[in-house]
């Protein structure tokens, strides 16, 4: 078998497995507690997924181009990034069962009319005395408001893994320089690795999503989700925190 495609097989497997590290797990459990719908919670792991390999795959080419190493310190600190961040998740989860979940009202971001279900741009006569104007302004679809409602624009998630997977450069690339000499197989392992990543990630969201939107439908169970995923985060974070230092 070819070095390249070797690398490749390689990559790919030890991404599938690199989405299962405890640290990522408990980072994208949280982030999916919040969502109420089956497939917003497996779109999680794909931008979860793909933020990790913007971040892994830049810095990566990086190192692996110019046979750089990332000073312990450094990779040092950014473990605790991530431990920090994780607390950070905890938080936020424990701020929405402190405010009962429904931070935003369902007809909150509702206009008093609609065209259709299409977004649209148009003006409402406005007048001052004598003086009329114009205010133009745009209508979003009410699939969008409802993505917007629903926190199905999982832009957190894109953060989360931009961050781990910055964490996580160091320890692949020193991976990468130890045992291949081309620099296309390099590139070529970081890319699949990043593919096996989103993979493994996005199906195992899947599998947390289903259970948990059937238990969100049920009120009182909302809270209960949201207390445990804090408690969970913000627990493991100090732990993680505390076995880096």
């Known amino acids: 078998m070819s070095p390249i495609l070797s690398a490749g097989l390689l990559g790919f497997v030890l991404g599938l497995q690199h989405a299962t590290d405890g640290d990522h797990l408990v980072a994208v459990a949280t982030i999916v507690s919040r969502e109420r719908r089956f497939t ?3 779109l999680v792991g794909a931008f979860w997924g793909l933020g990790h390999m913007l ?3 830049l810095v990566g080419v990086i190192l692996i181009a110019f046979g750089l190493r990332v000073p312990p310190r450094l990779e040092t600190g950014l473990e605790l990034v991530v431990a920090a961040m994780l607390v950070a998740l905890g938080v936020l989860r424990l701020r929405d069962a402190a405010r009962g979940i429904e931070t935003v009202p369902s007809d909150h971001l509702r206009a008093d009319h609609e065209h259709g279900g ?3 741009v148009h003006s409402h006569a406005h007048g001052h005395g004598v003086a009329v104007h114009l205010h ?5 679809s009410r699939r969008l408001l409802a993505a917007w409602r629903d926190g199905r624009l999982p832009l957190r998630a894109l953060l989360v893994g931009a961050v781990h997977g910055m964490a ?6 020193l991976l990468v320089l130890a045992t291949l000499r081309s620099a296309w197989s390099a590139v070529l392992y970081l890319g699949v690795f990043g593919l096996g990543t989103i993979l493994g990630m996005t199906a195992l969201t899947a599998a947390m999503a289903f259970p948990l939107s059937l238990a969100l439908r049920l009120r009182r169970t909302r809270r209960l989700v949201a207390l445990g995923a804090g408690v969970g985060s913000i627990a493991f974070g100090i732990v993680y925190a505390i076995r880096v230092l």
Not at 168 to 173: D, R
């Open 40 to 42: 917003a919670g497996a």
């Open 55 to 57: 971040t892994l795959g």
């Open 118 to 120: 299409a977004e649209i």
């Open 136 to 140: 133009p302004h745009v209508h979003p």
């Open 168 to 173: 996580g450069s160091a320890a692949v690339s």
